[in-house]
């Protein structure tokens, strides 16, 4: 077996699942390639003797990776999403962050769930994702042009609210009056979306969501719709750029661009180990069970 790994950062708490992680691959001789700015950090730390080979990029992963773990939260799992692209290598993530709703193996139980993943005992939750095309040059665009949470635009440089023409496959929707407008995956949908009052997806549901934020036409509400949509976006607004944001990644869009969004032909692959549902997870983060009448 052969296993991509990755992390963002290095912190104390970073030492113990390193070695857990490591011992437990190097006692049952999975091979390791690991990113080389997060293995930089490692060896920083004199924890580790043996010497791995690296990567750096998304085009030295190729199908003779199994899985990718990624050590971090869910900020950790969206960046291993750039790397992994549409290779189809299966990220499980390894939760050393906070809430952690992406990364869903919690660091206490690393050997468990590394014996689950050797024998294979896992299954493969589907991520659909978001592609962006602009009808004006944007070249941070270009470079990384999907999202698996979501993609959204929203005012810059003021507190005027920006208005967005929305089409749905060609056809007029609204012009939402709002600080900006999320279109969210399923996965993205317990994100930002969320937080705007957008409905929770189970992550396999072909939908995807449109949720104004904080509109000022008070009717508004978030929309599902089919992820076959097409769904095109015109901004205007007092200032002459806004906002665009693809998952964490954030660029400056000049105002009459047509947004082109539609779902990507290829999926994310995420790992699910037995009873680390996403039902499960809600439960547990959204503090369901927590209601004294259960
Ligand atoms: N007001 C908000 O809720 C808000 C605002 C901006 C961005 N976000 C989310 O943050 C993401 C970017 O992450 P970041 O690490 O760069 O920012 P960050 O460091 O601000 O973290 C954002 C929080 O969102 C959580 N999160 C991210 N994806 C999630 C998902 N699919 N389901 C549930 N929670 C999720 C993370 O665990 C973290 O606690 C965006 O894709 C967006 O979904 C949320
Ligand atoms: N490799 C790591 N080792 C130890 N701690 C980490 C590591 N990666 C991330 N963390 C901790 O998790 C925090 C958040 O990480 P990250 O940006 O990946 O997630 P996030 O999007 O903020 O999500 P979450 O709310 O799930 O933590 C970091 O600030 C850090 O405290």
Redesign the pocket.
């Known amino acids: 077996m052969k296993v991509a790994i990755y992390g963002q950062y290095y912190q104390n708490s970073t030492e113990p699942i390193i070695n857990d992680i490591f011992n437990f691959f190097n006692k049952n001789s999975v091979e390791m390639i690991i990113e080389s700015n997060f293995l930089s950090m490692v060896n920083e730390k004199k924890i580790i003797e043996k010497k791995y080979k690296t990567f750096s990029s998304h085009t030295e992963l190729d199908q003779s990776f199994d899985l990718l773990i990624s050590i971090g939260?869910?900020?950790t799992i969206?960046r291993a999403a750039t790397l992994v692209r549409d290779s189809g290598i299966p990220i499980l993530g390894i939760n050393a962050?906070?809430?952690?709703?992406?990364a869903n193996v919690q660091k206490e139980n690393i050997a468990e769930f590394m014996q689950f993943v050797i024998e294979r005992k896992y299954t493969l939750s589907k991520r659909t994702l978001l592609s962006l095309t602009c009808s004006t040059d944007n070249e941070s665009i270009q470079e990384i042009n999907f999202a698996m949470?979501?993609i959204t635009v929203s005012r810059k440089d003021t507190t005027s609210m920006i208005t967005i023409d929305t089409y749905l496959d060609d056809e007029y929707l609204n012009s939402y009056w709002a600080d900006g407008l999320i279109i969210s995956t399923p996965?993205?949908s317990?994100?930002?979306s969320l937080?705007c009052g957008g409905p929770i997806l189970t992550p396999t549901v072909k939908s995807l969501v449109i949720t104004p934020i904080a509109p000022h036409n008070l009717t508004a509400r978030p929309l599902v719709v089919p992820d076959e949509t097409e769904i095109k976006l015109k901004v205007s607004g007092r200032e002459e750029n806004y906002l665009i944001s693809l998952?964490?990644r954030v660029t400056t869009i000049k105002n009459e661009s047509i947004l082109t969004i539609k779902k990507t032909p290829f999926q994310i692959n995420m790992v699910e180990i037995p009873d680390e549902t996403f039902l499960k997870t809600l439960r547990n983060k959204l503090l369901w069970g927590e209601d004294k009448r259960n």
């Open positions: 939260g869910d900020g969206l962050g906070r809430l952690g709703f992406l949470n979501e996965t993205g317990t994100g930002y937080s998952d964490s």
